[in-house]
Structures are given as structure tokens and as C-alpha cells.
């Protein structure tokens, strides 16, 4: 099987769990555990509110340990319109409680999952004025498996929308509907405006995020960045720019050669070695070839927080659409831009960079399972 960690081959040892996890996570999305209820609140617009059976945290050697028995958990394809495409992110959807948001819990969570991101998300009492709009507000926040919170990330955005959209739109007590709004409040980059749309079915919507731009800086340490090509595996020569992202302290190399981006194969020693310096990942990316649909393309590699190859990243296009726009397009023109990033199970996504210093990414995505953490 293939995680965005890398390729594991199943032996006897694993193929046991597995096979435990797919049934307890089948036999939950047949008789779920998770009771949604409907509720008014002070405008009539519904809410959903997420029951937790069980749910509570004790003490134990004088650690507090956090217990969310039946807490709804999703894998969602984000970036894709097709099961086991894009990149895969696991959503727990957490109660509105703050004492069960426990940091250690949702890193173990994460680690368990093994995904590149785990999404966890909460519901919050909304305004008068966004309950009047018909938008639902929600807490989010990223966990690697590295144990590492990230300050934003697009794929497993897309799947935490995904997730809820599909549990709103199937729960028997809520209102069915084939479009949400989300306003999700972040702990680093502020608030998120995301869209849904259903597609062919409650398990495959159209997600448009609003995310903030990130401006890549060039790097002027000429030495460190002759290290990051060689440990991608470029030479120097063929980078026509090495730089930093002002968001999450990504690199960002972009070649001459589109064909070239999907043969590489880094160095992931040399990615976490000191001459490469402390970053989130690497990102590298070339225009598209001629004769491609593609105005972009992409890989991104992030070893040091636990991820080897991410297979669709989304906050990587919040400086991807940006440079590419001065480059493609010019400053005078806003048409969307088609990028496709060219991991072994390929993501495609559209993005907008808008006159509000903000871009908008756009992208399918499909649920592929539901369940009930135990």
C-alpha cells in the first residue's frame, strides 16, 4: 500500500490491523456510532451538532488523557474526482468541547492515520449575521504523522469540507442540501472561506477554498541553495529560481523543463541535512510543456515533518499560482490557472489569484470511508 510516507509492503504483521481497522470502520458506517442532532438556534438557521457517546478525559499518573470514543472519522481524496487519486486525508470531526481538544490526542490520532495530514475540526457557535447567510462555523486544525502542526494545509482543507458536507447532506436530521459554506477558524492563518457544491453524489463535492497568498523570496545564501538542488537532484544551472515561501517556510525550485519534474528522485537524507536548512518542504515546479492542458506543474517532498512524497499539497499552490501568474500571465490578468502536481497518484487542481492578495484554489474530491474512532 502506498501512504505519504512512501510505499510499505504488507506482510503478516500488518495485514492482521488492516484488515481489524477496515471492518471496524465498515461495520461502523453501517450501524454508526455518531448520533447526529439538529438543533435551532437563535436565527432558525439549523446546525449540526456532533454527540459523542461517551466521550470524557481523566487523569492518569498525573497526565490528563483524553478519551473521544465514537468520534466520526473520514478518509477523503482531495484534488480528485476518482477514488484512490489524489492525496487521501483522514478527518476527525471533534465535539464543540474544548477540554476534549487535546493536543497529544490528535498527534497520536495522526500518527495512527499515517496520512500526510489528519484534519481535525469542531463546531463553533456562529454569528447572527453568518447564521443568516447559511455559513457554518468550525475550529480546524493540521497534525502530520511527524507529530508536527502545520499553519495550513489545502488537501486535508478540502477533505475536512468534504467530510462535513457528506455527513450534513446524509444525516436524517439535518436539512438535505447540495451546496454548504464554511467559515473555518484557524490557529495560524486566520479565517478560511470554503465552499462545497455536491457533484454526482453526496460522497463527491466541488471545493473552493480562499487562502492567502504567499510570496516566494529569492534565496540569497548561493551555497545552501546549490545544497537543495543536489539533494533534489537538479543542477544548479537547470534552476532558473531558488527561493522560500513566506507560508509554512516551504523551498521552492522551479526547473526549465516540465518533463524533467516527474523523473525526479531527491535525496531525503540530504533534504533534512543542516546545508539545506530548516524548512517545512520542498517544492519543485516547472511551467507546462507546450502541448499539455497544464499552465503548471509540480512535486512536493517533505521528510522533515514526516511526509516523503505528498501527493497533492494545496497550500504549496498559495505561492505556486502566484509566481506563476507574474510569470504566465502578467499583472493585468486574473484567468484561472490549471495545475497538476505529478505524484504517482496525480492531483489536479484550478487556482485564482485575486486583486484581494488572496488566491483561490479549486478542486474535486471524493469520500472513500467513514467511521467511528473506538
Given at each position: 500500500t502506498?501512504?505519504?510516507l512512501?510505499?510499505?509492503?504488507l ?18 458506517s453501517?450501524?454508526?456510532?455518531v ?9 432558525g ?16 499518573n ?11 472519522i ?7 474526482s476518482?477514488?484512490?487519486?489524489g ?10 468541547d ?8 490528535m498527534m497520536?490520532?495522526a ?5 500526510s495530514?489528519?484534519?481535525f475540526?469542531?463546531p463553533?457557535?456562529?454569528k ?10 468550525y475550529?480546524?486544525?493540521w497534525?502530520t ?5 502545520v499553519?495550513?494545509?489545502g488537501?486535508?482543507?478540502v ?23 464554511f ?6 492563518s486566520g479565517?478560511?472561506?470554503v ?7 453526496a ?6 477554498m ?41 523551498i521552492m525550485?522551479?526547473l ?13 537524507q540530504?533534504?533534512m541535512?543542516?546545508t539545506?536548512?530548516?524548512h517545512r ?6 511551467a507546462?510543456?507546450?502541448d ?5 506543474v ?10 516523503e ?7 504549496a499552490?498559495?505561492s505556486l499560482a ?5 510569470v ?5 490578468d486574473?484567468?484561472?490557472m490549471?495545475a497538476?502536481?505529478l505524484?504517482?497518484?496525480r492531483?489536479?487542481?484550478t487556482?485564482?489569484c ?18 467511528s474512532l473506538?
Amino acid at each position: 500500500t502506498r501512504t505519504g510516507l512512501g510505499e510499505q509492503k504488507l506482510s503478516g504483521n500488518l495485514l492482521l490491523p488492516l484488515l481489524i481497522s477496515n471492518f471496524v470502520a465498515f461495520s461502523s458506517s453501517v450501524m454508526p456510532a455518531v448520533v447526529p442532532a439538529a438543533s435551532r438556534t437563535r436565527s432558525g438557521a439549523r446546525c449540526l451538532k456532533v454527540c459523542l457517546r461517551g466521550a470524557h478525559s481523566r487523569t492518569r499518573n498525573g497526565r490528563r488523557v483524553v478519551h473521544a470514543p465514537c468520534a466520526p472519522i473520514y478518509v477523503c481524496d482531495a484534488f480528485t474526482s476518482v477514488p484512490f487519486r489524489g492525496n487521501p486525508a483522514s478527518v476527525v470531526v471533534l465535539p464543540s468541547d474544548e477540554t476534549l481538544h487535546d493536543e497529544n490526542y490528535m498527534m497520536n490520532v495522526a500518527l495512527e492515520q499515517n496520512h500526510s495530514e489528519t484534519a481535525f475540526v469542531w463546531p463553533i457557535e456562529s454569528k447572527a449575521e453568518e447564521e443568516e447567510e447559511g455559513v457554518l462555523v468550525y475550529g480546524l486544525r493540521w497534525f502530520t504523522p511527524g507529530r508536527v502542526e502545520v499553519e495550513l494545509c489545502g488537501h486535508a482543507t478540502v477533505a475536512a469540507t468534504t467530510a462535513l458536507s457528506h455527513m450534513l447532506s446524509t444525516s436524517p436530521e439535518s436539512e438535505e442540501k447540495s451546496q454548504y459554506s464554511f467559515r473555518f477558524k484557524t490557529k495560524w492563518s486566520g479565517e478560511l472561506l470554503v465552499n462545497a457544491t455536491q457533484a454526482d453524489d453526496a460522497t463527491k463535492w466541488r471545493v473552493s477554498m480562499d487562502f492567502p497568498a504567499a510570496p516566494v523570496n529569492e534565496m540569497d545564501d548561493e551555497a545552501r541553495a546549490l545544497a537543495v538542488c543536489e539533494a533534489v537532484g537538479v543542477t544548479r544551472q537547470s534552476a532558473v529560481f531558488v527561493g522560500t515561501t513566506a507560508l509554512n517556510n516551504d523551498i521552492m525550485v522551479v526547473l526549465d523543463d516540465a518533463e524533467a519534474i516527474g523523473a525526479l528522485t531527491p535525496d531525503m537524507q540530504k533534504l533534512m541535512s543542516d546545508t539545506v536548512g530548516p524548512h517545512r518542504g520542498v517544492i519543485v515546479c516547472a511551467a507546462g510543456a507546450d502541448d499539455s492542458d497544464e499552465d503548471f506543474v509540480s512535486r512536493f517532498w517533505g521528510p522533515r515533518v514526516g511526509i516523503e512524497e505528498d501527493p497533492v499539497t494545496g497550500s504549496a499552490h498559495c505561492s505556486l499560482a502566484p509566481y506563476f501568474k507574474d510569470v504566465l500571465l502578467g499583472a493585468s490578468d486574473n484567468r484561472p490557472m490549471r495545475a497538476a502536481q505529478l505524484s504517482d497518484r496525480r492531483g489536479v487542481l484550478t487556482a485564482i489569484c485575486k486583486d484581494d492578495g488572496r488566491v483561490q484554489l479549486e478542486g474535486d474530491a471524493v469520500v472513500v470511508l467513514c467511521g467511528s474512532l473506538l
